[in-house]
């Protein structure tokens, strides 16, 4: 019961990072629970060379369900994959990332299984082969640790939080026979809308750049786009406030905070923001946090490394020339 | 078409979360209770789709102590026509809390089931979508809108980087997110209704717990951080401190 399954994400056959987080975790589990780490990759035709590297963190095997209806995510389709391949194996645990996916998929396959689940951990253990986790509740304000009592344990890992840790090995890809028959499927995606050319997710970046209400216009946003790209828009993504959400000045798909996402870059901005305590549980796990305010006195300041009291009109341009000329100097 | 929406007592989003003694629970004194900001929206969603409708009824199911008809009667005053309050521990295991819902709403004839994508205490995301795997619904979780074109709904859901349109064939169930639901408020004349409203109680099945707390704890203190400056200036020695101190640029 010792070995972990790990859920390998992918979109349009690119392993997307969390996956490598995913993979690299449930091999460090595996091993504490005396077991095998194996990876499960499901997508359209073409997979198994996209996904044959993740060997190299730590997956003894890589199981690809591939079929050309499989290429978008399928929920019903998906979970019976998953659970069969759970039920090929002894699993004590089965991973998955807290993406949108994985928080759709984990739940119907642990409630396809019987057992319970652990969801958006930030730390796994399986010391004593039962397996233990750490999970924030009320959006970051208090963390529970909670013990599995049941196997194998299903848990989705919170996304920036556990290394991706190349190893020097590799994995055998195992091809498993699927038939699907997208006819019965109940739920279909039939569209998908882009949000941005390129946009990432600011639940996935590793810097987020967020702006509230001392913003004070919608259009002032460039300020905060300006930033972002200087600091490469591969790695960081906007967020904001509830206040400007609330104000439809941006889509709640960028909100931190309760009712909101809550985030743990390595390197948080908020501009404009007073800190409302909803949006301090939301960031206040970040690595670091840097705050520009006109206010000294603004709650921000409280969670903040590195505060600049001033103008955020005048400070902003400013820091984005300076990390402009810091990129730019190597 | 009757609809069910479940909903869940949690603290106020502007509560100061305190471990109580015995490190297992918070300590509730001074807390105020809300429905949670999730399962409102489910509710407004619920209350336009009858309202469109004009016909239909609107049923609220919550899983939890005596206190929650508190909750209850909040959403009967949005609009909503009876409740049903199942009398149980809602704890951490997401899958009890399903099985238990699942008992109660196998007896419902209500081709939708509406839920918050979350609660605002565990944030587990994890009900919706077991109780439509229990019942054998498919389900559409994190929607910020849908519409109903006869059996079908068509939803749009939030994903990384987009936005996914989702069709699913009725029965089903689906959770709401932050969207086109912004809640109404109750007013006077349906605060007054509501106390007339049906209310059942009754107790819940909810089978034993498989995860065990094993302590709550509140996140680690932030050390002091400092202020580098003021104004324009200060970008200069923010992003210094940034690549020296931090190494983060």
């Not at chain 1, 995510?73 to 759970?86: S, T």
């Amino acid at each position: 019961m010792g070995d972990v399954l790990a859920f390998a994400e992918q979109r349009d056959g690119v392993v997307r990072g969390v996956t490598h987080e995913v993979v690299s975790t449930a091999a460090a589990l595996a091993s504490e629970l005396g077991g095998e780490c194996h990876a499960l990759a499901i997508g359209g035709e073409g997979l198994s060379g996209s996904v044959g590297a993740l060997g190299g963190f730590g997956a003894a095997r890589v199981k690809v369900a591939a079929d050309g209806a499989l290429a978008g995510y399928a929920a019903e389709a998906w979970a019976a994959i998953v659970v069969e391949a759970v039920r090929a194996g002894s699993y004590g645990a089965v991973l998955f990332p807290a993406s949108a996916v994985g928080r759709d998929l984990a739940p119907r396959v642990a409630a396809l299984l019987d057992v319970p689940m652990a969801s958006d951990v930030v730390e796994v253990s399986g010391a004593g082969g039962a397996v233990v986790v750490r999970r924030p509740v009320y959006s970051g304000k208090a963390f529970a640790r909670l013990r599995m009592d049941a196997s194998p344990a299903v848990v989705t890992l919170r996304p920036n939080v556990f290394p991706a840790q190349e190893r020097s090995a590799a994995g055998a890809v195992e091809e498993m026979a699927v038939s699907v028959d997208p006819s019965s499927w109940k739920a279909r995606v039939v569209e998908f809308k882009t949000a941005s050319a390129g946009s990432l997710d600011v639940s996935e970046a590793s810097v987020v750049v967020s702006g509230g209400r001392g913003m004070k216009d919608p259009e002032n946003w460039a300020l905060l786009e300006n930033l972002r790209d200087a600091l490469g828009s591969d790695v960081a993504a906007l967020g904001a406030s509830r206040a400007v959400v609330d104000a439809g000045w941006r889509p709640h798909g960028e909100q931190v905070g309760q009712t909101g996402k809550t985030v743990s870059p390595k390197l948080y901005f908020a501009v404009g923001i007073s800190g409302a305590i909803q949006h301090l549980a939301g960031m206040r796990s970040s690595g670091t946090i840097v705050a520009v305010n006109k206010d000294p006195d603004a709650p921000i300041f409280g969670v903040a490394d590195y505060g600049i009291v001033g103008d955020l009109f005048e400070v902003l341009p400013a820091l984005t020339d300076q990390v402009k000329a810091l990129k730019a100097g190597g | 078409m009757n609809i069910t929406v479940c909903i869940k007592r949690t603290p106020d989003t502007e509560t100061r979360i305190r471990i109580a003694e015995g490190g297992d629970s918070i300590d509730s004194g001074g807390v105020k209770y809300i429905v949670s900001p999730y399962d409102e929206f489910a509710v407004e969603a619920a209350l336009r789709l009858r309202e469109a409708a004009g016909d239909g009824t609107v049923t609220l199911v919550t899983l939890g102590d005596a206190a929650a008809a508190e909750q209850l009667r909040s959403g009967l005053a949005m609009g909503a026509d009876k409740a049903v309050l199942l009398e149980g521990e809602s704890g951490f295991d997401g899958l009890a809390t399903a099985r238990a819902l699942a008992t109660e709403l196998e007896g419902h004839d209500a081709p939708l089931i509406l839920l918050g994508v979350k609660a605002a205490d565990d944030d587990a995301q994890q009900v919706g979508p077991m109780l439509a795997t229990l019942m054998g619904r498919p389900c559409v979780t994190a929607v910020s809108d849908f519409e109903l074109n006869g059996d079908t709904a068509r939803c749009q859901r939030e994903v990384e980087g987009g936005t996914e349109v989702v069709e699913v064939d009725l029965p089903a169930v689906i959770t709401i997110t932050k969207g086109a639901f912004e809640p109404r408020y109750a007013s006077l004349k349906g605060i007054m209704a509501a106390k007339r409203k049906p209310l059942e109680q009754k107790a819940a099945e909810v089978p034993a717990a498989r995860m065990t707390l094993e302590a709550l704890e509140l996140p680690p203190a932030r050390p002091e951080g400092r202020i580098v400056g003021e104004g324009a200036e200060a970008a200069a020695e923010l992003v210094r401190a940034l690549r020296e101190e931090a190494k983060v640029l």
